[in-house]
């Protein structure tokens, strides 16, 4: 059966991969009871027990609502007030992952390999192996947590998956900040180092380093900092995941990289998020459309009305008659 009609409409298991080299923790211990949280709820347990000696002596315990799908997009939804409980055996190891496949499958599911992988802090990842989709995780169950009740079966349930923050992403994003603050900034110095940050986020993003909403949208800046439309079109839809992830905030930055890659590309922006402010003219927004997004969408999407933008855009011509003349040369 094709993958994504599996994933949206059978009552599969839990989705995940194995996650890319570098997040998988040496030391990480499988064994114990975790959860899969929905809107600060248990939806799901495993619980891991080593068996026996060897790489398939474990044995896994599966509990939650009979009925469950989860989309693509990991949110979760057709649950009933059944609890299904299932069975899988490990069949082998990859990595720091355990390998296993269901006790009993049902129909479709002989074949499937469910990959269980332990990272570090606390967390895990949990699914089909060779899917490609991004992880679904899973936190450490508390003592005597149990599957919650009271599912509403036609409701969607975004779940809860609080990835940590890649502290590199965090420190670059922070660099990247820091370096645009002041009144006296040496762009030559600057546009060195985004240039610099770029190839290294672009490394983080292709090995699989960055998961949480903090990262993509730190990276999304990252790439508005760029130099060419590419950068500004990748910014995009690091915003765009970002805002997918949680991040509600993101929607802001994913505006401005489409405005941003629009006027780079010829084209006029749409939101109005670009100004453009040159020594001895009027700030500009232009080219700018401004009949394509509303008001309302622009209110919806975190950026100012057009009123706003006008006030915003006088208040720079504003400040600029109100600096100081440059000092004149020194004889």
């Known amino acids: 059966m094709p993958l994504l009609p599996r994933l949206l409409f059978l009552a599969a298991a839990f989705i995940a991969l194995a996650v890319p080299a570098g997040q998988v923790c040496a030391a990480g211990d499988p064994s114990g009871v975790w959860a899969i949280r929905a809107g600060g709820r248990v939806l799901g347990l495993v619980t891991v027990v080593r068996a026996a000696a060897g790489p398939t002596g474990w044995s896994v315990d599966l509990d939650r609502p009979a009925g ?22 490990s069949v082998g190891v990859s990595g720091d992952s355990l390998l296993l496949k269901y006790v009993d499958p049902k129909v479709g599911q002989a074949d499937d390999v469910i990959v269980f992988t332990p990272l ?17 995780l899973l936190t450490r169950a508390q003592v005597a947590e149990t599957v919650d009740s009271g599912w509403i079966k036609d409701r969607d349930y975004p779940l809860d998956e609080p990835w940590p923050s890649n502290p590199e992403m965090t420190r670059m994003f922070e660099e990247d900040q820091g370096a645009r603050q002041g009144a006296h900034i040496d762009w030559d110095v600057v546009s060195a180092q985004d240039s610099a ?4 986020t672009r490394a983080l993003l292709d090995a699989g380093q960055l998961h949480s909403g903090d990262d993509y949208e730190r990276a999304a800046f990252i790439f508005q900092h760029g130099d060419k439309p590419q950068d500004y079109l990748l910014a995009h839809g690091l915003a765009i995941i970002a805002a997918a992830k949680g991040r509600r905030d993101a929607t802001w930055i994913a505006a401005a990289t489409l405005d941003r890659y629009l006027q780079s590309v010829g084209q006029k922006q749409v939101y109005g998020t670009q100004y453009h402010m040159r020594p001895g003219t009027p ?14 969408m622009r209110v919806a999407t975190g950026v100012p009305t057009q009123a706003s933008q006008e006030r915003q855009r006088a208040g720079y011509d504003a400040q600029a008659a109100a600096a100081p003349p440059p000092a004149p040369p020194k004889p």
């Open 68 to 89: 469950t799908v989860f989309t693509s997009s990991h949110v979760a939804r057709g649950m009933t007030a059944v609890r299904e409980h299932r069975r899988l055996r």
């Open 120 to 136: 570090a802090d606390g967390f895990a990842a949990w699914g089909f192996k060779d899917a490609p989709i991004e992880p679904i």
């Open 197 to 200: 940050r770029r190839v290294r």
């Open 283 to 296: 700030t500009t927004q232009e080219p700018y459309d401004r009949g394509v997004i509303s008001d309302a």
